[in-house]
């Protein structure tokens, strides 16, 4: 059974950084795509950044230039640090892992609430 596990969600002043953390474990295939996803209250799930296993990065304008993602050197770990915080990242983090192939699919992990204060 493949399990998404997230950390590092907690509460930050404006201004500050935070770096949350992601592995999946019982996985015996390769995250094609592992990334981050978001959702605010009230609003839908947005994908903040995601990057391949050739290590392509790709992200959401609004978090552009102040959150990288990064792969681990452990298989299938994932990592989302966060700099100048808003208060409008203020969200459940999500860690997701997208497998390609013959059988696509996709995991999901149960989220990490990141609060950012003003």
């Known amino acids: 059974q493949v399990q998404l596990v997230e950390s590092g969600g907690g509460l930050v002043q404006a201004g500050g950084s935070h770096t949350l953390s992601c592995a999946a474990s019982?996985?015996?295939?390769?995250?094609?795509?592992m990334g981050w996803y978001r959702q605010a209250p009230g609003k839908q799930r947005e994908l903040v950044a995601r990057i391949s296993s050739r290590n392509s990065a790709t992200y959401a304008n609004s978090v552009k230039d102040r959150f990288t993602v990064s792969r681990g050197n452990a298989k299938n770990t994932v990592f989302l640090q966060m700099n100048n915080l808003k208060p409008d990242d203020t969200a459940v983090y999500y860690c997701?892992?997208?497998?390609?192939?013959?059988?696509?699919?996709?995991?999901w992990g149960q989220g990490t609430q990141v609060t950012v204060s003003s």
């Open positions: 997701n892992c997208d497998v390609m192939g013959f059988s696509p699919r996709s995991y």
């Open positions: 019982g996985s015996t295939f390769t995250c094609n795509l």
